[in-house]
C-alpha cells in the first residue's frame, strides 16, 4: 500500500506536489519520500536517473511500477484505490467530461507560466528578445483569463461544485503563479479559489515547507 | 452514443487523430463530424470557438460535454464505454501504471516534435538563432530515442504486449514524424512498430487523408 510507494519530489515544484495532493486525497499518507534540490543539480542524480530516465521530477514508484508523470500517477492513483479517500474522478457522466477536459487543460496553464519563468532565468541573455518576452507573457495572460473566466461559470471548484481530480493538477501552477507575482486584483476568481482551497487538509499538509519560511526571490509573473 | 457524438477535426492533426482512433477502437463509428482547414484558418471560426475557446482542434462534443482536450477526451471514452470494443486502459496494475505513463509521456513527443517543425513558423525572423534550432533538434532527437529505448524493452506495442490507449496517444506524433523525414534507419524498432501498426484497422480506418494523395514537400525531421 502507501509504504510500498516512493516519491522523489522537490519543493514547490507543482508536478511534484500534484502528486503529493492525490496521494493524501486517496488516504495515502505513509508513503516513503525524499527531498530533493533542483539548485544542487539532485534531479539528475543516479537515485533519480534509476527510476526516472528523463532526469526530472517527480520520480515515483509503486512497488516496481514506475510512474513519472505527474498526471499519469494521479490517475493511476485514483484508479487503484477508487474506493479510498476521496473520489478524483466523479460518476456523473457531465461532471466527469468537464473535470477529465480541465485537468488536461491544466497542464497548459503550466506550460504558459513555465514559458514566462524559464524565458526570464534560463535563456542566455545574448540570445533573449523584448519581443519574445512579451510574446510569452500575453500567452500566459490569456491563458489565466480562461481560467478566471471558467471559475465565472462555475464553481467553487475548478470543474464544478466538487473537489477533484482537476483541483489536483491545477492548484499548484496557479499557487506558484500567486507566489511568484502574479495579481490577484487583476484574477479575483482565481484569488478567491486559492484562498479557500489552501486550508483544504490535503493542500496544506503538503505545502511547499520553504514557501513557509523564504519570501520568493523574484516576480516574473506580475505583469501577466 | 455514437450519433450524439461531434467532432472538429483537421486532416493530419495527431491529437484529431488520437480521438478518432479512440472512437474507433470503442466501436463508436457513426459520430457526427467535420473536416476543416487549418490553411484556411477554419480553426478558429465561429464553429469551433463554440465548442473550443481556444480556437484549437480537435473540438469534440458528446451530448451537452465538450472535451477538447485529445487525451481527456480518450481517457472520458474509454471510461464511458469501457464495456464496449477494446479495453484500452488495462486492470491489471502494472500494465495500467506503465499504459499510464506513456499515455502522458507521448505529449512530450509530440511538443519536441512540434518545437522542430513549427520553429520557422512561430518566431519570427529576426528573434531566431541557429542555437537554439540546434538545441530544439537535440531535444527531439533524444526524445524519440527515448522512446526506440522503449520498444528495445518491451512490446510490440508501446506499453506492452497489449494495444492501448498509449498506442493511440504516440502512433499519431510517430506516424508524423516518419514522412517528414524521421529515419526509419536511425530508429528501427519505431520503424517496425510504425510498419505493423498502419495496417490496424482503427488505424487504417482513420489515416490522414491527404497523406495518402499528396507526399510531403519537405523533410525538416531528417536530421533527428
Known amino acids: 500500500m502507501a509504504k510500498d510507494m516512493f516519491l522523489l519530489w522537490a519543493s514547490g515544484s507543482p508536478p511534484c506536489w500534484r502528486i503529493m495532493i492525490a496521494l493524501e486525497e486517496k488516504n495515502l499518507q505513509g508513503y516513503q519520500h525524499k527531498l530533493l534540490s533542483f539548485d544542487k543539480g539532485e534531479h539528475k542524480s543516479k537515485e533519480v536517473l534509476d527510476i ?9 514508484r509503486h512497488g516496481t511500477n514506475v510512474i513519472n508523470e505527474s498526471g499519469a500517477a494521479c490517475m493511476y492513483l485514483e484508479n487503484q484505490f477508487k474506493s479510498h479517500g476521496n473520489q478524483l474522478i466523479p460518476s456523473d457522466q457531465a461532471e466527469q467530461a468537464l473535470v477529465y477536459q480541465r485537468t488536461f487543460e491544466a497542464f497548459n496553464a503550466h506550460q504558459k507560466m513555465v514559458d514566462v519563468v524559464m524565458y526570464a532565468f534560463r535563456v542566455p541573455a545574448e540570445e533573449k528578445h523584448e519581443a519574445t ?3 510569452n507573457k500575453e500567452a500566459a495572460t490569456t491563458e489565466f ?6 471559475l465565472q461559470k462555475t464553481g467553487p471548484y475548478i470543474a ?7 483541483d489536483v493538477v491545477f492548484f499548484p501552477t496557479l499557487a506558484l503563479a500567486f507566489r511568484l507575482g502574479m ?6 476568481k482565481l484569488g478567491a479559489y486559492h484562498g479557500f482551497l489552501k486550508d483544504r487538509p490535503s493542500i496544506k499538509a503538503t ?9 520568493p526571490l523574484k516576480d516574473p509573473l506580475k505583469d501577466v
Request: charge should be positive; aromatic fraction near 18%; hydrophobic fraction near 30%.
Open 52 to 60: 526516472n530516465p528523463r532526469g526530472q521530477l517527480p520520480a515515483f
Open 133 to 135: 518576452e512579451k510574446r
Open 145 to 150: 483569463q480562461l481560467w478566471e473566466g471558467y
Open 160 to 166: 464544478g461544485k466538487n473537489f477533484s481530480m482537476a
Open 183 to 188: 495579481r490577484q486584483t487583476k484574477y479575483p
Open 207 to 215: 505545502w511547499p515547507t520553504h514557501w513557509l519560511q523564504e519570501p
